[in-house]
């Protein structure tokens, strides 16, 4: 079956950067974050990228234990694909960061291919109080925060990763980060096709311009050629905007609270399920369709559900 015109939608369902407070429906327990993302999934998300949270304070937690509580009920409720975060929180260590991924082998798993400054403080003035203690600082900190992706990080993600068959989610957040995949694939450390998600509009990446995205499209053209699927994220309101773009020149998209809180202006989305119905009718104005899960499978040369860790 050709797989021609089919654009995917990744759903990232909870992520690690808004906090319980920015919204009510932001999913936290494992209760939550099971039925968000199996809504998502019959929605239209071929791919589920998941993070974990504590069910007590909302925290990013990324212990095997906190996954393990909400992915095999995840996959019992859908065939969707399951991409575990290596990200985890800006805050953590590498070590830390890949143990989930490491554990339950899943098809994908999410890989940041660069540092950069991470910026999240200028969140804090939106807000009068906050409804836990840990959310200010967190957020405060990122004022003098860079987040973590040297080579030797990335390279050690991959190794841990590599007899998995676990295929990667890079996540791409400056230009810079195209060339660094391009030298790991130089290296023979990664293979084709690439799946490259580029990440728009948080502070201290590339911003949300039209140019902007071009300019992430016109590189990795010009890196990788056809041996790459392009996929993008719009942070807070740039997200159906730039997700419209990448569809209308041939890309992928992601959309999900983890990225942005809205749907529409001034008005939260009450679930994941909403952004990615949005984002659906978008594709299918342009005359598009919508990929399901094995046709996503197909496109990026995934190992399938039967054969992950959970």
Known sequence: MSTQGKVIITCAVTGAIHTPT???????????????????????AAILHLHARDPETGKPDQTPEAFARFLPRIKQGTDAAINI????SPYMKVEERVRPAAQFKPEVASLNM??????????????????FDWEKPHLEATKDLVFRNSFKDIEYI???????????????????????????ADRGLVKAPFFVQSVFGLLGGIGTHPEDVQHMKRTADRLFGADFRWSVLGAGASQLRIAAQSAALGGNVRVGLEDSL????????TSNAEQVTMVRKIIEGLGLEVATPDEARRILSLKGGDQVGF
């Not at 209760?31 to 019959?42: K, P, V, W, Y």
């Open 158 to 184: 991959l190794e841990t990763c590599y007899d998995n068959g676990t295929r990667f989610e890079f996540e791409c957040y400056d230009i810079a980060h195209l060339y660094n995949l391009a030298h790991f």
């Open 22 to 44: 920015m919204s009510p429906h932001l999913p936290i327990t494992p209760d939550e974050i099971t039925e968000a993302a199996i809504g998502a999934a019959e929605a239209g």
């Open 85 to 88: 975060t290596t990200g985890g």
């Open 262 to 269: 809205w749907a529409g202006k001034g008005k939260l989305a």
């Open 114 to 131: 660069g540092s950069i400054n991470f910026g999240l403080y200028h969140l804090v003035q939106k807000y009068d109080s906050f409804k």
